[in-house]
């Protein structure tokens, strides 16, 4: 039991920084802009493993009933703001909200990628840290 223990207290202790400058500009962008517009998240730390694999884990002792991640609505991408914009109202009249697998995520998907291609957008530091790839999610396996 006390190599587990001696393992955790090392993994707690290790620092959660992005490791590669790049990337750790990135993130530390988009950690500011949360902070600045009212985010808190200072129990969680983000490693960063691959450039499409990261982790959230605990950054310090969590005690119960404490907040662990608080991020204000207008920091969220939202359902409703899928629906509303210019595609999202498309697949909504349509009726692609009843017919789509996963109507939830296809309308999400759509909205970030609809953002992504604007010069300007409220949400530019999320989507810059949004990996490239997902090469490791298993629907994309040979």
């Known amino acids: 039991m006390s190599d587990l223990l001696t393992f955790a207290r090392e993994e707690f202790k290790e620092d959660s920084l992005v490791p590669v400058p790049a990337e750790k500009e990135r993130f530390e962008t988009m950690f500011g802009w ?12 983000v490693r960063y493993y691959a450039p499409d694999y990261r982790g959230v884990h605990a950054g310090k002792d969590i005690k119960k009933g404490e907040t662990i991640l608080y991020v204000p609505k207008h920091e ?17 009249a349509k009726g692609h909200r009843n ?28 989507i810059d840290i949004l990996p490239k790839a997902f090469d490791n999610f298993p629907i994309f396996y040979t």
């Not at 517009?37 to 129990?43: L, Q, R, S």
């Not at 969220?76 to 909504?92: D, H």
Request: overall charge positive.
């Open 76 to 92: 969220i991408i939202t359902l409703e703001m899928a629906f509303a914009s210019p595609i999202g109202a498309q697949m909504f």
């Open 99 to 126: 017919r789509l697998l996963s109507p939830k995520h296809s309308f999400l998907a759509t909205y970030v990628m609809q953002e992504r291609r604007k010069d300007v957008t409220p949400f530019d530091k999320y």
């Open 34 to 45: 949360m902070l600045e517009n009212g985010a808190n998240f200072d129990k969680l730390k």
